[in-house]
């Protein structure tokens, strides 16, 4: 899935994942293909730990995040060198 333009991307962090409430996401800086990227993982109920949920790879263009890729398959990452699950995540 890909979200160009600001308000495509604002739309997409209000609802996805977690239901928009971004205090549920951690977010780890990776790379992919040479573009910055983000590695997403959601909080269990307990916020404990976090799971994987998808990799975001960004293109930025003056600055800006001008679009956004959208993988939302945890499998990807350990082709990332990403665990699968973040442990004792704080809430943001």
């Known amino acids: 899935m890909a ?3 600001r308000p495509a991307i604002a739309s997409f962090f209000a609802t996805v994942p977690a239901g928009g409430d971004l205090t549920q996401i951690s977010l780890v800086p990776t790379r992919a293909n040479g573009q910055p990227a983000l590695a997403a993982y959601v909080r269990d109920p307990k ?4 799971s994987a949920y998808g990799i975001m790879v960004l293109t930025v263009d003056d600055g800006a995040i001008a679009e956004i890729t959208g993988f ?3 499998a990807l990452f350990p082709l ?3 665990p699968d699950h973040l442990a004792d995540v704080q809430e943001a």
Do not use: I, V
Request: charged share 25%; proline share 8%; hydrophobic share 25%.
């Open 3 to 5: 979200y160009r333009g």
């Open 47 to 50: 916020g404990t730990k976090a």
């Open 72 to 74: 939302t398959d945890p």
């Open 80 to 82: 990332f060198g990403l």
